[in-house]
């Protein structure tokens, strides 16, 4: 059974397209985070929810919109994407918000912005 | 403000050999630190973690002290094995924090 699951696996779409990315965790688990991992690997943390409220909002372009419909889901609604979207996007989720907490992350979502 | 700062990579080793990988942190407080692994095409997954200064984290062969003395937390394996060839980050949480910094990664390869 897969903990921490996101759809889709790849994502290849135009730009000025608006595109959804799904997560799921079945652990239980509190909060739940996405990041943007850039091609040199670089991770930044965009959006944390704990409990369904949003405790973590980076600065991300107005035009990424998350939301978490229950404990367990938190989706990623991009619009208008532009090329400098293309990237690999993280879902990530832990017991709560707090030291020593690890968190388990998902496969990744692959968007490439043509 | 709370940063990591990892050795560039790639790193590049023959099986077998020792590895070291550098970690030094600035944080107020008293964070937990962290080391993960990612390997290719895969998702991070915890490699070890240690909540307090003094205490070692150890997992598949692989050690970190909590240095904070020096804010350090490297990453240790006495022999690598070609299975090894992942990106590892550093990370810290601090106290009552609810995100966790990511280091940049340093990117292992392991040549047989």
């Known amino acids: 059974d897969t903990a921490v699951s996101q759809t889709p696996k790849y994502l290849v779409t135009q730009m000025g397209n608006d595109k959804s990315i799904k997560c799921e965790q079945n652990?239980?688990?509190?909060?739940m985070y996405w990041y943007k991992q850039d091609s040199k690997k670089f991770l930044k943390i965009m959006f944390s929810?704990?409990?369904?409220?949003?405790?973590i909002n980076e600065t991300v372009p107005n035009r990424f919109s998350p939301k978490s419909p229950d404990k367990a889901h938190l989706n990623l609604h991009i619009n208008s994407l532009e090329l400098g979207d293309s990237a690999v996007y993280f879902c990530?989720?832990?017991?709560?918000?707090?030291?020593?907490?690890?968190?388990?992350f998902g496969p990744g979502t692959r968007l490439l912005v043509l | 403000g709370n940063s990591v700062t990892q050795m560039e990579g790639p790193v590049t080793l023959s099986e077998e050999a020792f590895l070291t990988i550098n970690c030094t942190y600035t944080?107020?407080?008293?964070?937990?630190l962290f080391w993960y692994v990612q390997y290719p095409g895969e998702g991070l997954q915890l490699l070890l973690k240690?909540?307090?200064?003094?205490d070692k984290g150890s997992n598949k062969g692989f050690e970190a002290t909590y240095r904070k003395e020096t804010t350090s937390f490297h990453l240790e394996k006495g022999s690598v094995q070609v299975s090894d060839s992942a990106v590892y980050f550093c990370?810290?949480?601090?106290?009552?924090?609810?995100?966790?910094?990511f280091g940049a990664g340093t990117r292992l390869f392991v040549k047989a």
């Open positions: 990530a989720s832990s017991q709560i918000a707090g030291a020593g907490e690890t968190q388990y």
């Open positions: 652990l239980g688990h509190d909060t």
């Open positions: 929810y704990n409990n369904k409220e949003l405790i």
């Open positions: 944080a107020t407080g008293y964070p937990s």
């Open positions: 240690a909540t307090k200064a003094d």
């Open positions: 990370a810290l949480l601090n106290t009552g924090g609810f995100k966790t910094i």
